[in-house]
């Protein structure tokens, strides 16, 4: 044992074993769930030898990658199952053909052909994490819990918030109850102006009319076993008394203490200067934005179906998407779908009316994909129908009609995709902020020359520790960052060393419309590297990936149950809220 500023802290060797006993564990049980659900794989690999060892070598990483719940049967088996998905990806559609010493084939007849082994290895993901778990149980009421590091107890109780109940913010206290897990020394607050956590992948699918609000968004006092929630927006963080002051309902302020605060505000729309853009367009940031979005739509349809002149149907249907990124080319998609489905319940409008137009400064839309997934999703939309002004600016818009760098669009809908900026409130801290607002920090996420004071995901003007490239403000550097912050903020707490952030891009998926989609993943041990895919694959590994990261298992059925009506039903045409 070590003494450390009046502290006993574990000796090094001590942590190593205890470590190596937890993991130890896990992988026992995931070597033997794996065998006695190697069947699936058993049947559908080229030899039975083949498909027991990938059955015991995935449960393994299965079982250490995952932290057991106790009696979370049905959860394990939909995470598990869904992760079945690309698992076959990497190993029946591309791994074994590059040993095999042939290139992966991406056509329909090979799809067809390896279909009976995405059965299996969606059948034994089910039953691997059925097993699984019930190991973890047996494991739990015989052995006890898994061994855990000896944790130091702080002199005087901490008191951790977080602003922001995003992805990061979110993430954030829960590896902070991770981390401290029983240690009750510490206390967390999350301040957040929703009640829950909003998966915005799915967003788009929202405003399409293809899932239901409520069923993408998690509520955080469900998702966080001892974190105190605080629903309000924050007005006021004074570093130096380390106060916080929240506007809560009915006019009412809040005041919070803090040793340790995060600011994981998330971003805002940036209009860039533009008053009458940011007072007529459309957001699309919130669920309330995608409902709003969804609803004018079904308006516009209804206001055309009866209208006699042509040149104001038309008007009526043109839905112009200001941003050729993600976001903009997902709704783009979404829409130019909804719009062109329910045209069967409006027999008075021409197919030729409606129209869906993208906007984009750029000469090709999705930048942040290689150029030859840009152009395949460019040429596959504009089949559908979708316009594409590029190497043009929005500069300004009024009521119908849509002003461009080159020219004008009559329209009466413009969704505004094109720009973000950090949360304004970190322009009145007195810390060092980027030329976007974001907060400038060092490798580890602390802001320098304030203890106690951290930064993540779009807050944060983060660079890579390792490689020292910026690190970008997507939801999947912010879960990765959030899992290393809630480490470090520990390690100040214990008077440690902090760990610098590090993290490889996994990859980028965006789905265009009508069962298409965009796919750029980069190889295991080999990051310099990349798997390029498009069409129905990469759409269904955009929503089995998904599907496997939306948190709940409630949320999980119901978004399944939506995607599976969606197949055999028209979209929903009914108005969800009354537009003013």
């Given amino acids: 044992m070590i003494r450390k500023a ?26 033997t769930a794996g065998l006695l659900a190697a069947l699936p794989l058993a049947v559908t ?105 000896p944790r130091a107890t702080p002199a005087a109780p901490k008191h951790i918030v977080i602003l922001g109940g995003g992805f990061a913010g979110m993430t954030t206290a829960q590896n902070l109850e991770d981390v401290f897990g029983a240690d009750r020394s510490v206390s967390f607050t999350l301040v957040s102006e929703t009640n829950a956590l909003l998966f915005t992948p799915m967003l788009a699918e929202v405003a399409g009319s293809s899932l239901e609000p409520s069923h993408i968004s998690t509520p955080l006092r469900t998702s966080l076993r001892r974190t105190q929630v605080v629903r309000g927006k924050v007005s006021e963080v004074e570093l130096e008394s380390r106060k916080i002051r929240i506007a809560v309902e009915g006019g009412e302020t809040r005041e919070l203490a803090y040793d340790h605060i995060v600011f994981a505000l998330g971003a805002v729309s940036n209009y860039l200067g533009m008053q009458n853009v940011e007072q007529l367009a459309f957001d699309f940031k919130s669920l309330l934005d995608a409902i709003r979005i969804r609803n004018h739509v079904i308006d516009m349809f209804e206001q055309a179906d009866r209208e006699t002149d042509a040149e104001r149907r038309r008007e009526m249907l043109s839905f112009v998407i200001a941003g050729g990124g993600f976001a903009g080319v997902e709704l783009a998609g979404a829409l130019n779908d909804f719009s062109r489905g329910i045209l069967a319940d409006y027999p008075n409008i021409n197919p030729e009316d409606v129209q869906v137009v993208v906007v984009h400064a750029r000469d090709r839309i999705l930048p942040e994909l290689s150029e030859s997934l840009g152009r395949y999703a460019q040429e596959s939309m504009a089949l559908r129908g979708v316009t594409f002004r590029l190497n043009c600016r929005l500069s300004d818009c009024r009521p119908g009609n849509v002003v461009l760098s080159d020219g004008e669009i009559r329209a009466r809908t413009l969704v505004w995709t094109a720009g973000t900026a950090p949360n304004p409130l970190l322009k009145t801290l007195p810390v060092e902020t980027d030329r976007r607002g974001a907060v400038i920090v060092e490798s580890t996420m602390a802001v320098a ?32 960052e959030a899992r290393t912050l809630a480490r470090n903020i520990r390690a100040s707490i214990q008077g440690r060393a902090l760990q610098p952030f590090h993290f490889d891009s996994l990859g980028a998926l965006c789905v265009v419309g009508h069962q298409t989609a965009c796919a750029e993943l980069t190889v295991p041990f080999a990051r310099q590297k990349s798997m390029r895919f498009r069409g129905l694959l990469a759409w269904l590994l955009w929503r089995g990936i998904y599907l496997g990261k939306l948190p709940g298992l409630e949320r999980k059925v119901r978004v399944l149950t939506d995607w599976v009506i969606e197949l055999f039903f028209p979209r929903d045409i009914v108005q969800t809220i009354e537009l003013k």
């Fill in 6 to 31: 009046g502290k006993i802290l574990p000796s090094g060797g001590i942590l190593c074993q205890t470590y190596m006993n937890k993991y130890l564990r896990r992988a026992l049980i995931g070597m």
């Fill in 45 to 149: 690999q080229e030899t039975v030898l083949t498909g027991i060892l990938l059955a015991i070598l995935t449960g393994a990483v299965y079982a250490i990658a995952f932290r057991p719940t106790p009696r979370a049967y049905a959860d394990s088996a939909m995470t598990a199952a869904a992760l079945g998905v690309p698992a076959w990806v990497f190993f029946g559609v591309i791994l074994f053909p590059l040993l095999a010493g042939e290139m992966p084939e991406w056509s329909n007849q090979a799809m067809r052909n390896l279909f009976p082994e995405l059965i299996g290895w969606v059948l034994y993901g089910g039953a691997l994490g059925l097993i699984g778990q019930a190991f973890n149980d047996l494991a739990l009421a015989k052995l006890g819990p898994e061994p855990e590091p």
């Fill in 449 to 480: 020359g304030h203890a106690g004071v951290w930064a993540v995901g779009d807050c944060a003007s983060l660079k890579d520790g390792k490689t020292g490239n910026p690190c970008p403000p997507t939801a999947q550097f912010a879960l990765r």
